[in-house]
């Protein structure tokens, strides 16, 4: 696919991370771009394909646009900007009295996206993305990976929607409109792999990075699970319960983590114990 060539002059620069930069246009509000690192062609191609499909399965995201490349060089997509939108964690931390409309919110959103069936031959099984990242991982021995690799094979397949990066901060809403965004790890499989990200975000990373990337303190963020994990598997399901369950799927995560620092991350390994 030729992408669209246009001129980083009709953009404002509006944040970044690591993977990119993120702008609006300058007279049409309702366009948004995110750019890729300066050599990366491929991957916007292929999130821009994936978020098609995505769309077009009838998941609640954002219209993807446009395959772009700007005047220097950088390659990227165009979406439809969702005027006036906010996630729930930057929700949750501006009104934090609303903590438990929020992550109520919040998880009906998930519920209803771990029970949508898609077509599985045109997204990847979250094992196959776990098995293809546990065989990249240099800080495992091959005994642990020969654990994580049964635990991960023992897991009950589910045909139904994984968002892959579930965090908080990625999901929008605004009025009654409710969307999944950043969907570029999309994959079908057992909704337990989500729910790790969730758990892992709010109760096992740090609390510096807690209040940078979702702006709260950890105390809250870990209200926000208290009340997220009620709504979701209902008031009869201890905590406890649910947190033991849960607890190896968000040590799994460590995969990503770790090949992203290129470093290990002992601190995340903790919760692998019931595993390794």
């Not at 598997?233 to 607890?247: D, R, S």
Request: with cysteine; proline share 6%; aromatic share 12%.
């Amino acid at each position: 696919m030729e992408p669209l060539k246009i001129t980083l002059n009709d953009y404002v620069l509006t944040g970044g991370g690591a993977n990119g930069e993120s702008f609006n246009h300058k007279t049409d509000p309702s366009i948004m771009l995110k750019l890729y690192l300066p050599g990366k062609i491929q991957q916007p191609l292929d999130e821009m394909n994936l978020a098609r499909k995505v769309y077009e399965a009838g998941i609640p995201t954002p219209e993807p646009g446009d395959y772009v490349v700007t005047d220097d060089g950088r390659y990227g997509i165009r979406f439809k900007r969702i005027m006036g939108k906010k996630s729930y964690s930057r929700a949750t931390g501006d009104e934090p009295e609303k903590v438990a409309q929020f992550a109520s919110d919040f998880a009906q959103m998930c519920l209803q996206l771990h029970a949508t069936h898609v077509d599985t031959t045109l997204f990847e099984n979250v094992k196959d993305r776990y098995y293809r990242l546990l065989k990249e991982n240099p800080f495992f021995t091959p005994a642990e990976k020969d654990k994580l690799a049964r635990f991960i094979a023992d897991t009950p397949d589910e045909d139904t929607a994984i968002h892959g990066d579930l965090q908080y901060s990625n999901a929008i809403f605004v009025g009654d409109q409710r969307y999944f965004i950043d969907l570029g790890d999309f994959c079908w499989g057992n909704h337990l792999f989500d729910l790790g990200m969730v758990y892992l975000c709010c109760c096992l990373s740090k609390e510096d990075f807690i209040i940078e990337t979702f702006h709260m303190p950890k105390a809250l963020s870990i209200r926000f699970w208290e009340c997220f994990a009620q709504a979701y598997f209902g008031t009869g399901v201890p905590l406890k319960e649910i947190e033991t369950m849960i607890l190896p799927y968000a040590g799994l995560k460590t995969l990503i983590v770790e090949r992203d620092s290129k470093r290990p991350k002992p601190e995340l390994r903790v919760a692998l114990k019931p595993i390794l």
